[in-house]
Each structure stands twice: as C-alpha cells, then as structure tokens.
Nanobody
C-alpha cells in the first residue's frame, strides 16, 4: 500500500526557514510525480510545488515561487520542501502527495489521489 509520511514541521518566526521531508513507500518512487500541498485554517487545500520523477522539472505556486524549493532523493524514496523567507500566510498543514500511476500531470493544479497525514507549519511574528 502507498504510504507517505511527512515530518519537519514546527513553529518558526516570520523570515525563518524550515525543511520538510516526506518518506514514501509502497510504490516505485522514481517513476512518480511528487507534490506538496498545504491547507491553511479555514481555507481550501492548495498545491504548493511539484517535481518530476527524475527531479529535473519543478513547478511552484505563485505564492511560494522564489521562496520554496522542492527536491527529491530517489535513492532514499524521500521528497523534500525547503521553506525560506516564511510569512504568516505560510501557516498551515503541509501534505505530500502522489499519483496512482506513472506519468500523471505534474503541476500544483493537478489532482492527486494519495496523501500523507500532514505536518504542521506555524509562522509567527
């Protein structure tokens, strides 16, 4: 079964940084697009970033472009999200996600069927 386990969330002051990780199992990691989503309190879940199976192509939401970096280590079946220059509006639960097949659309606007349990990021002044 597909499993996605996020970690690395926490509380940080505005302007600070965090690195999130997502360990994947139950599927061929290096053949799947991987994604990060987030959900702020009272808001719908939004796509933050995606990365192609090889790691060669990344796409970002406008709200995080230039501040967040997505990467992956296919040897470790692990996805990362580096968050820098954090803002109050970056607060939320961050989820990693993947498709149920190789070759799915790899953009933050795409729909993904598999999700982790999430990790909380709280940005304060």
């Amino acid at each position: 079964a597909v499993q996605l386990v996020e970690s690395g969330g926490g509380s940080v002051q505005a302007g600070g940084s965090l690195r999130l990780s997502c360990v994947a199992s139950g599927f061929t990691f290096n053949r799947r697009c991987m994604a990060w989503f987030r959900q702020a309190p009272g808001k719908e879940r939004e796509g933050v970033a995606t990365i192609s199976p090889s790691g060669s192509t990344a796409n970002f939401a406008d709200s995080v472009r230039g501040r967040f970096t997505i990467s992956r280590d296919n040897a470790k079946n692990t996805l990362y999200l580096q968050l820098t220059s954090l803002k109050l509006e970056d607060t939320g639960i961050y989820y990693c996600a993947t498709h149920d097949f190789a070759g799915g659309v790899c953009r933050p606007s795409a729909s993904f069927p598999y999700w982790g349990q999430g990790t909380q990021v709280t940005v304060s002044t």
